[in-house]
């Protein structure tokens, strides 16, 4: 513990070295949706992914290509790469009807549309992030400054048992029991200080700020949001708007084109092609032909049609097959596991409610004790010592009552996280 704190006060100016922002939950989500690295890299795999679809549809756009094949020639005018010697020459390239590669480019717009859900997918896991961390920043602020009022009361009782113990009232075990209380205290705070540290610290690196800054919630009173009106609502929600589901579905979509693709491997093949040629006499070409034109071009269309396509299509799609079984066993293990924590979740608020209504009905018993005794202290039937102690209880309910409040914001942010209104809901 010592050189837990050690290292802790080593670091402080380092840390101490970083902006300090003040942010309300909305802003903070806001700031992350823009610059949290993990949510940029997912944004950039989905344009990269994005790109692959023009790549696929390349071969259907017309691919022109202009040189020479200007040579000296002895005797017959020989080939240089198929086409006869030129001065000038110019080719022209496109699918016009092929299955296959339709099928591989509508496989590449699908893999696009799953890349958007994996986007997604990662938006919705930043911005639980960085509202969990937002809720624990903020509770361990509260806790904090209650903390220190029990120090301050602690502090009190320990001048009184000390001047009791001093007259001869109290013996002196009491006086170290004072003692040791306070330093509990003391030392309950300097915890609280690094928790409300790193929550803040950890909360700016899920924002994506520079190392070293921290974010302090700003004030603000935030209303319940809104859940759905039953379990079962819950997870008909959940399953109907979970992205990595919406994911798993793109990819057995994706990998039936793919399936298609391997298939349509024997099906013709029809190509546009055009050719130009500008020769010169010099090349023999009058020669060895009865007439010599000087421009020479065609244009006309290429027919394949695939007579032995070999063992590889039919294995390739018998991958993409084996691929779309296993997806489909991810799928229905998925939509179970969405389901089971729906559930969870589920119970986890409702019981979060109770846990907050025993901490508010214990921290009203502790408040009203706090009134009786001022009152009797008023009659001079209770001390001051009594009234301290009964401060310490009631923050210390205080306390209790802030975690059983956090304990269900943060249960009201997973449900809506798994049923996908959870950035909706963040005011």
Avoid: C
């Avoid at 027919?303 to 993409?320: E, H, K, R």
Wanted: aromatic share 6%; no cysteine.
């Amino acid at each position: 513990m010592v050189l837990m704190w050690r290292l802790i006060l080593f670091l402080m100016p380092a840390w101490a070295a970083g902006a300090e922002h003040s942010m309300r939950l909305r802003e903070a989500v806001d700031q992350a949706l823009a610059q949290n690295p993990d949510l940029v890299l997912a944004r950039l795999d989905q344009r990269f992914a994005e790109e692959r679809v023009r790549v696929a549809r390349d071969p259907f756009s017309p691919r022109i290509a202009a040189g020479s094949g200007l040579a000296y020639n002895n005797g017959f005018p020989l080939s240089i790469e198929g086409a006869a010697p030129s001065v000038f020459q110019a080719s022209a390239n496109q699918f016009l009807y092929n299955r296959p590669q339709s099928y591989l480019v509508a496989k590449a717009r699908e893999e696009a549309r799953g890349a958007a859900f994996q986007a997604a997918s990662r938006q919705d896991e930043v911005v639980f992030r960085v509202a969990s961390l937002f809720v624990d920043a903020e509770r361990a602020r509260k806790e904090l400054a209650l903390a220190r009022k029990q120090v301050d009361s602690l502090e009190r009782i320990a001048a009184v048992v000390a001047e009791r113990v001093a007259a001869g009232r109290e013996l002196e075990i009491e006086n170290k029991r004072a003692r040791l209380n306070l330093a509990r205290a003391r030392q309950r705070v300097r915890m609280l200080e690094s928790d409300a540290l790193a929550s803040e610290l950890s909360l700016a690196a899920a924002i994506g700020l520079e190392d070293g800054d921290r974010v302090v919630p700003a004030e603000e009173i935030r209303d319940p949001a809104p859940l759905p009106e039953s379990e079962t609502a819950a997870v008909d929600l959940a399953l109907g708007a979970n992205n990595d589901l919406r994911k798993l579905d793109s990819d057995l979509a994706a990998e039936g084109l793919a399936i298609r693709a391997e298939k349509a491997a024997n099906l013709p093949r029809v190509d546009l092609v055009a050719r130009y040629g500008l020769f010169a006499r010099f090349n023999n070409y009058a020669d060895f032909y009865r007439t010599f034109v000087r421009n020479n071009g065609l244009v006309g269309l290429s027919f394949q049609i695939p007579l032995l396509t070999g063992p590889a299509s039919s294995a390739l799609a018998a991958q993409a097959q084996i691929n779309a079984a296993k997806l489909r066993v991810r799928r229905g293990a998925l939509r179970n596991q969405i389901a089971l924590d729906v559930r969870k979740s589920w119970r986890e608020v409702q019981e979060a409610e109770s846990a907050l209504e025993v901490a508010n009905f214990d921290l009203e018993v502790a408040r009203e004790q706090v009134s009786v005794l001022l009152a009797q202290h008023a009659e001079g039937r209770a001390t001051l010592r009594q009234i301290e102690e009964a401060r310490f209880a009631e923050n210390e309910k205080w306390i209790g009552f802030l975690e059983a409040n956090y304990a269900l914001e943060r249960a009201r942010l997973a449900l809506l996280r798994h049923t996908g209104e959870l950035q909706a809901r963040i005011r």
